[in-house]
């Protein structure tokens, strides 16, 4: 009886210091890729809103740069100059339900997958296979992180319900 009264105060106490008393529904996949490069993360950037576009870059080994448009608002691109820069648009409505890709000491390849079925890849298929998907059903990609030099190092993947506040288009 203790315990069972234990668990649920730590249980209320999370949920109350997280703002509002709901379900769990943050989880993260990776990181995937190498220890070089510096850390980044958009974790502040979601605040502008759900993700509504990806700009990748590409060279013929590796993604050597990324930016992600939060609403209105892009994030700093993070990566290198190599390469070529391509940008997908998301439409309105459309998240980003499964990400998947392959690495080594960086990321070779990223394969997006949207709700609305729509699959967008960049990169070339050298290395380890990754599969990202959200832990809670109904939860798309939030933000991303990871590790960047000359090219993207390592990326991770952080899910969540969607937003009430941001803005999109
Ligand atoms: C891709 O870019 C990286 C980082 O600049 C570089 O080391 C690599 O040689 C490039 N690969 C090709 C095929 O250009």
């Given at each position: 009886m203790f315990h069972l009264t234990l668990l649920v105060l730590l249980c209320c106490a999370t949920s109350i210091s997280a703002g509002t008393i709901k379900k769990p529904s943050a989880s993260h996949s990776g990181e995937y890729g190498g220890n070089g490069g510096l850390r980044f993360s958009h974790s502040v950037d979601q605040l502008d809103g759900p993700i509504t576009a990806?700009?990748?870059?590409?060279?013929?080994?590796?993604?050597?740069?990324?930016?992600?448009?939060y609403g209105r608002k892009w994030s700093d691109y993070v990566g290198g100059p190599s390469g070529e820069l391509q940008t997908i648009m998301l439409n309105p409505g459309e998240s980003i339900t499964q990400?998947?890709?392959?690495?080594?000491?960086?990321?070779?390849k990223l394969k997006f997958q949207t709700n609305l079925g729509r699959r967008f890849s960049f990169g070339v298929d050298v290395g380890t296979s990754f599969t990202a998907i959200p832990l809670f059903p109904g939860a798309i990609l939030t933000y991303i992180s990871g590790r960047s030099g000359a090219v993207i190092?390592?990326?991770g993947f952080h899910w969540n319900v969607e937003f009430g506040g941001g803005a999109r288009h």
């Open positions: 990806l700009g990748i870059r590409t060279n013929a080994s590796y993604i050597t740069g990324l930016l992600v448009r990400v998947s890709g392959k690495f080594d000491s960086y990321i070779c190092d390592a990326i």
